[in-house]
């Protein structure tokens, strides 16, 4: 018995050691939702880019959570966040170092009424949102190019795109970093000009806390040491 007891113990340690995810089910406006939370990776030592996933999953249960949670490298080191989900679900990772620049999804803005918009593809089933003004203006409601393309917001305030798949060096000096959204290879066509992949090189050691703006409870975090 004292040995079979001291196997199982050596088993349940063994397998409490190399357990990295734990199974959560909630129900978020009526819908049943499965996410991933994880422990914290510590990659000090791989000179090689780290890898995080934003979400996983599929159609009927989409993970929205990054994989792992919290990494530790060292400064140079780079991170690099794709997205595996099977299905066209967009993330963003974004760094928001500054409140007051925090963005929204969606962005108001003026425009003449007699302004005419033509869709695209010509014939499909959309339209702008416009809400009719009284000064010969209409307010359209568009997405935020702040949050769906990558940009940098520097310590001076000014705003700068990057392309999709972006690849940026952060100096933390930055006010605001955004990847932009991005999709699994294949989805990219579902919104047009998103990306597949984002990657940072972190080169001052600090805690580096981010978001995916399109799911706010999503967040994550690099130690950089």
């Known amino acids: 018995m004292a040995k079979t007891s001291t196997i199982v113990s050596k088993a349940s ?3 409490a050691a190399t357990i990295i995810t734990i199974l959560m089910i909630f129900s978020t406006n009526g819908a049943t939702e499965i996410v991933l939370a994880t422990t ?4 000090t030592q791989n000179s090689e880019p780290v890898r995080v996933a934003a979400g996983g999953g599929n159609g009927t249960a989409p993970w929205t959570i990054y994989i792992p949670q919290s990494i530790n490298i060292k400064a140079g080191q780079s991170v690099t966040w794709d997205n595996p989900t099977t299905v066209g679900e967009p993330h963003t990772v974004t760094f928001v170092r500054d409140n007051n620049t925090m963005a929204d999804v969606v962005s108001p ?3 003449s009424n007699a302004t005419e918009f033509m869709t ?3 014939g499909s089933n959309n ?6 003004g009284t000064d010969g203006t209409n307010t359209l409601i568009a997405v935020n190019a702040r949050t769906f393309n990558p940009v940098v917001i520097d310590s001076n305030g000014s705003a700068n795109f990057m392309n999709p798949n972006a690849n940026y060096t952060m100096t933390g000096t930055e006010k605001y970093v955004n990847s932009g959204w991005f999709l699994p290879q294949g989805f ?3 919104f047009p000009g998103a990306g597949n992949t984002f990657t940072v090189t972190f080169e001052k050691p600090g805690i580096y806390p981010y978001v995916c703006i399109l799911h ?3 967040v994550g975090s690099v130690n950089v040491q």
């Not at 914290?40 to 990659?43: A, D, G, I, L």
């Not at 339209?127 to 009719?132: A, S």
Request: net charge negative; aromatic share 4%.
């Open 13 to 15: 340690i063994m397998i």
């Open 40 to 43: 914290s990776s510590n990659q």
């Open 109 to 111: 803005l003026g425009v």
């Open 120 to 122: 695209l593809p010509p």
């Open 127 to 132: 339209e702008p949102i416009l809400i009719p």
């Open 188 to 190: 990219e066509q579902e």
């Open 216 to 218: 706010p409870w999503m």
